[in-house]
Nanobody, 122 residues
């Protein structure tokens, strides 16, 4: 069982940056692929980024590639999402997730956090 708690969301102007954190409980954090997803009002949840258990392999959605960096610190049971050059269309609730297989499909993730709101003003 893994419990995930996101933090770091907030209101930021377009062009600004935010770093989201996701703290995990449980001793098996390092064995999970970690992902970030987001859901904007009236839209389906969409994939943002994922990172392998070791941190050596990352994958990003085209919509954020070049602006976002996912990283993890297994010693701290934490995964991060650094977002730069934020756009109003990045406004959404951001969720972190843990799964055995990962990838871009939400169904591959077994555990989810409660989400943190990111709002980008124009």
């Amino acid at each position: 069982q893994v419990q995930l708690v996101e933090s770091g969301g907030g209101l930021v102007q377009a062009g600004g940056s935010l770093r989201l954190s996701c703290a995990a409980s449980g001793r098996t954090f390092s064995s999970y692929v970690m992902g970030w997803f987001r859901q904007a009002p009236g839209k389906e949840r969409e994939f943002v980024a994922r990172i392998s258990w070791s941190g050596g392999n990352t994958y990003y959605a085209d919509s954020v590639k070049g602006r976002v960096t996912i990283s993890r610190d297994n010693a701290k049971n934490t995964v991060y999402l650094l977002m730069n050059s934020l756009k109003p269309e990045d406004t959404a609730v951001y969720y972190c997730a843990a799964g055995t297989y990962g990838g871009a499909w939400s169904t591959n993730y077994n555990y989810w956090g409660q989400g943190t709101q990111v709002t980008v003003s124009s």
